[in-house]
């Protein structure tokens, strides 16, 4: 499925190095970071995967919080990643990134490598079929009883944050986007076997509300969490 082609941050490989500014001005970005920040409740010595890390600005604050937490970012735009890398290098904190689609992210890493698995801001771009194979490998890449974190575009529940909407189906496309907008997340990650699926978080903005979800990956019976 990963040979499909990618969306591009910002929705065209020109605008990847505006990407930053925009989800600044469009997104109140520091309350919704945060909050998936504080929902991931990272530990020293965790392993974190972000899926579609993009420009690593998600993974640089994980790592500034916690520093012994390990990070890896996961993304299919070499441009992008190397916006990540020049950014990680400032800040002078150790990333690892890999390069490749989140359908691929078992396959890139190894299955169970995570204790928790993060996205942000990724989910809305892709088809239903994608999302469904990002979620089955966010599964795949968790230990038992390890934790998932999605922000994304969620349901736009009111005229307002529909209307807002329309600018990221400017840039990304309806087709992709509009599932988002009419609350597919939850059973999709359901359906991938989470379990506990919660909208803990929902954060207006210019340009549509953003969801913060949480679910866990069973434990299977007799066997504790670590």
């Given at each position: 499925m990963s040979v499909q082609a990618f969306t591009p941050a910002a929705g065209d490989p020109k605008c990847?190095?505006?990407?930053?500014?925009?989800?600044?001005?469009?997104?109140?970005?520091?309350?919704?970071?945060?909050?998936?920040?504080?929902?991931?409740?990272?530990?020293?010595?965790?392993?974190v995967v972000d899926?579609?890390?993009?420009?690593?600005?998600?993974?640089?604050?994980?790592?500034?919080?916690?520093?012994?937490?390990?990070?890896?970012?996961?993304?299919?735009?070499?441009?992008?990643?190397?916006?990540?890398a020049a950014k990680t290098r400032r800040a002078g904190v150790q990333i690892e990134f890999v390069q490749g689609m989140g359908?691929?992210?078992?396959?890139?890493?190894?299955?169970?490598?995570a204790d928790k698995v993060v996205s942000s801001l990724v989910l809305h771009q892709c088809p239903v079929p994608m999302k469904e194979a990002i979620i089955a490998n966010m599964f795949a890449l968790l230990r038992p009883?390890?934790?998932?974190?999605?922000?994304?575009?969620?349901?736009?529940?009111?005229?307002?944050?529909?209307?807002?909407?329309?600018?990221?189906?400017?840039?990304?496309g309806k087709r992709d986007t509009q599932p988002?907008?009419?609350?597919?997340?939850?059973?999709?990650?359901?359906?991938a076997g989470f379990v506990g699926v919660a909208k803990v978080s929902v954060i207006r903005t210019v340009s549509g509300s953003i969801s913060v979800y949480r679910a866990t990956r069973p434990v299977p019976a007799n066997r504790p969490s670590r």
């Open positions: 990847s190095k505006y990407y930053d500014t925009v989800i600044a001005l469009l997104t109140r970005e520091g309350r919704w970071r945060w909050a998936t920040i504080a929902q991931l409740e990272l530990r020293p010595g965790a392993t899926i579609g890390c993009g420009t690593a600005s998600l993974a640089m604050r994980m790592k500034q919080h916690q520093p012994l937490t390990r990070v890896i970012g996961v993304d299919p735009d070499p441009q992008v990643l190397d916006i990540a359908d691929r992210a078992v396959e890139l890493t190894r299955p169970g490598i009883g390890g934790e998932l974190v999605i922000a994304d575009f969620g349901l736009q529940r009111d005229a307002l944050m529909r209307l807002g909407f329309r600018i990221v189906q400017f840039a990304d988002n907008a009419d609350g597919i997340l939850p059973g999709l990650i359901a359906k």
